[in-house]
Structures are given as C-alpha cells and as structure tokens.
C-alpha cells in the first residue's frame, strides 16, 4: 500500500476545495431546473440530468493521487466543501459525497487501483451510477414510480455520470498532464 504524502493530502483538499465550488454552483442550478420540469411532471430527472457534476472530484481526486480511499476523500471533501458554502442542501451533501465517493472508489478497486485510466474512469461511472441511485431510491422514494420511470431516471443519471465523470474528467486530466509536462521543460 502506498504511503500518503502531505503533497497528495493538501491536492486532495484543493480538489475537494475546488469541486464543492462547483457542487454548489450546480446545486443553484438545480433548484430552477427542478421547478420547470415539476411543472411538467418531471421533477425527479432534475437530479440526475445534473448528477455527473456531484460526482467529479472522485474521479479526478482518484486518477491525480492515485492510492486507495483517493476517491472517496476527494468526494467527501468535496462535499464538505459544498456545504460550508452554504449549500442548498445542507449537511445531507456529506451523505450523498460519502455514498458517491465509494461509488467511485469501486471502479478502481475493481482494477485493484493499477489502473487510472479510461476503463477504470468508466468502472468507477458505474459504481458511483448504482450506488447513488440505490441511496436516491430509497431517500427520495422511488419505489413509488413505474418501473418504466426508474429505468429512465437510472440511464439519464449514468448518461450524466459518464460525461461528467468520465469523459470531462478525462479532458481535465490531459491538460493536467500537459501543463505538468510543459513545466518540465
């Protein structure tokens, strides 16, 4: 096991830091979005249109330091992050980044974190996919739509954590690898 430098603790809390910024900017975004599709009866999907966006200091947290637990650290200081900013949803974000970051942390467990890549990005998309909407189906009470409903909000959620969680949190990689390549000339 991997020993963690004070180096990986103070990026993980930069990540956490800079992602619960982003996790109450979308939390602001949510609460609109909720309202117009309420009015159409759809109100559920707001959460998991804008899901990817909770879930991406995981990922990026886990693929930067690279060590067991990264993901789930990254997720909840995240979280914490959110909520001392004053999030919308007060401390139930720690919950929800607990839930989430061992969701993530799956996908690499499952590649007994050798791997930090695409593959592992999508494994992780997968555990964080299940076992947040497993916590949102009871939480929110899901077990009273149709099954036709619970699909749908399951594949919108993964559609959202696969852009988010996989496919942007690739981008931020590569320009992270770009700008650590481009300071070592």
């Known amino acids: 096991m991997k020993k963690w430098s004070t180096k990986d603790i103070i990026i993980i809390a930069l990540i956490g830091f800079l992602f619960g910024g982003i996790f109450l900017a979308t939390s602001l975004v949510y609460v609109p979005l909720k ?5 159409i009866g759809y ?16 990922p990026v947290a886990a693929a930067l330091i690279q060590k067991p637990g990264s ?11 959110e909520m001392l900013y004053g999030s919308y949803f ?3 974000v720690l919950i929800s980044g607990l839930v989430q970051g061992v969701g993530s942390e799956v996908g690499f467990f499952i590649t007994r974190y050798k791997r930090y890549d695409t593959f592992s990005l999508f494994l992780s998309a ?8 497993a916590y949102k189906y009871f939480q ?21 954590v696969f852009f988010f969680g996989v ?9 992270v690898n770009k700008v650590q390549k481009s300071g070592n000339k």
């Not at 997968?126 to 947040?132: A, E, K, R, Y």
């Not at 496919?167 to 320009?175: F, P, R």
């Open 35 to 39: 309202a117009a599709l309420g009015a």
């Open 43 to 58: 109100a559920p999907f707001a959460n998991s249109i804008l899901f990817g966006l909770w879930v991406m200091a995981g």
């Open 126 to 133: 997968v555990g964080i996919t299940l076992f947040s909407f």
């Open 90 to 92: 007060g401390a139930a």
């Open 71 to 81: 993901a789930t650290l990254g997720e909840v200081l995240g979280a914490l992050a």
């Open 167 to 175: 496919v942007c949190v690739k981008l931020i990689l590569n320009i």
């Open 140 to 160: 929110a009470g899901y077990e009273a739509f149709s099954v036709q409903m619970i699909l749908a909000l399951l594949l919108v959620k993964f559609i959202s």
